[in-house]
């Protein structure tokens, strides 16, 4: 296996790369709304929130729709106002049927790809659909497979030598000791901010078909003597109570609110009293109308998990809740940013 140093960020920037595969499931929601159910046509005449959206359409969940406003918005095809959303001039010009510029039929060809027709099927039910091209079902349950948890786990490790290192530079972590990498992986952000902040130790929780994945990762990394690996079900089981940082990378995201709150209440009380919470993720902007690569990886993720990107705002209120405060945000790399919060 190739040498990593967590402590070292490319000499180029690998941005094009990381938003092909990020964004690659945007077009077919544009094609599911605009083919199958000619979405644009009906918003043009019928401007409306997204429960109206939802209402018609048959939505069984407003997060999908939610994800499905997001992209059009970040592509300029509608316009939020006080909730209501509104086809935008560019929108009715290209994706309206009374439109003799309208690009419905060019993009009628599309409308049996595999993705497109699962579109409709998320926007229906708000299930997620198989996770890509390994046809295992949700994703959720597959972890609990061996093979499919190696997999992924690699997959997501290899996009952690580069988001991990950028987020560690980016954080001051002077005044904390260790670090509880929940739903950690195999572990390569831990490793990151240790490697990068060389007074810290660190914990790596994950579900035990992760675990001999991480504890070899970590090893390999050359982290072993600085970053344990504990198994349990981050849902179920007590988190460590020995640790005044909490990391939840590219985690959250895989979750709907309910989850999201449970986890952040979860946190919020294993964190000792004056630690820090970091939230390492893509974060859609505020007003919800971007940044265009954020909301595409976002359609991915409606797709394919029970989550989504949510948005600074959204995270805010939701850290608020738990009991948080003291927010923080900044961008670290390839589309990714960081927001921390205090617990008193």
């Known amino acids: 296996m190739m040498e990593v140093d967590l402590t070292r960020l490319p000499d180029a920037d690998p941005i094009r790369a990381y938003r092909y595969r990020d964004g690659l499931y945007g077009a077919d929601l544009v094609t599911a709304a605009l083919v199958h159910l000619d ?27 939610d994800v499905m406003m997001t992209l059009f918005a970040a592509n300029g095809f509608v316009r939020s106002e006080g909730g209501v959303f509104h086809l935008t001039d560019s929108g009715r010009i290209a994706l309206t049927g009374g439109s003799p510029w309208s690009l419905a039929p060019y993009y009628a060809s599309l409308k049996d790809r595999p993705i497109t027709k699962d579109y409709l099927k998320v926007l229906a039910t708000g299930k997620p659909a198989n996770w890509g091209s390994y046809n295992a079902g949700d994703w959720h349950k597959s972890m609990e497979d061996d093979a499919f948890a190696r997999l992924f786990t690699a997959a997501m490790d290899c996009r952690g030598v580069l988001l991990g290192p950028a987020m560690a530079k980016a954080l001051d972590l002077s005044g904390f000791t260790r670090v509880l990498d929940i739903g950690g992986g195999s572990g390569i952000y831990a490793c990151s901010l240790v490697a990068n902040h060389p007074h810290l130790s660190g914990v790596v929780f994950d579900q035990a078909s992760v675990e001999r994945i991480a504890r070899q990762r970590v090893s390999e990394l050359g982290y072993g003597e600085r970053v344990e690996v504990v198994a349990g079900d981050m849902f179920r089981d007590p988190l460590p109570q020995d640790c005044d940082l909490h990391l939840f990378s590219n985690v959250l995201h895989d979750w709907d609110e309910p989850e999201v709150r449970e986890l952040l209440a979860s946190s919020f009380r294993a964190l000792k009293p004056g630690g820090m919470l970091i939230l390492h993720d893509a974060f859609i902007h505020a007003d919800k109308a971007g940044p265009l690569p954020v909301a595409e990886y976002s359609a991915l993720l409606m797709h394919s998990t029970q989550g989504k990107c949510y948005s600074t705002g959204e995270y805010e209120a939701l850290l608020a809740e738990a009991g948080f405060h003291g927010f923080t945000y900044q961008d670290t790399a390839a589309d990714r940013g960081v927001m921390t919060a205090l617990k008193p």
Request: aromatic share 18%; net charge negative.
């Open 39 to 65: 979405f644009f046509t009906w918003l043009g005449e019928h401007p409306s929130d997204l429960a109206g959206i939802c209402a018609h359409f048959g939505f069984a969940a407003t997060r999908p729709a």
